[in-house]
């Protein structure tokens, strides 16, 4: 299933990378997001935990891989607002890279 479907930024592809920043960021949460809640708590779930493999929860759904990257944080950053912030794999939205090639 990762082949098909990654919850990971690239670390070897730049060109990927950066249509994962781009399209692929669920965040950065600042105040205004339409996700939250009154006490800010984003209703998509995010930020997921790491996980090393993917597995299936008890209710069915995917948990999809995504290994620890926090090291790297400091190559990954988005823009909003003019403020930087530092992103990792916990804020990845599952894609297809493949397709994402395709763009």
Not at 17 to 42: F, I, N, S
Not at 56 to 84: C, F, I, Q, S, W
Request: charged content about 30%.
């Amino acid at each position: 299933m990762d082949r098909f479907i990654t919850a990971e930024l690239s670390d070897t592809d730049s060109s990927l990378r950066y249509y994962q920043l781009r399209y692929t960021m669920h965040g950065p949460h600042v105040d205004g997001l339409m996700c939250w809640d009154a006490e800010k708590v984003c209703s998509k779930n995010f930020s997921k935990s790491f996980c090393e493999e993917t597995d299936m929860t008890e209710d069915g759904l995917p948990r999809y891989r995504r290994r620890d990257n926090t090291d790297k944080m400091y190559a990954y950053h988005v823009r909003h607002n003019g403020k930087v912030h530092y992103v990792d794999n916990r804020m990845v939205v599952p894609h297809n890279p493949y397709l994402f090639k395709k763009i």
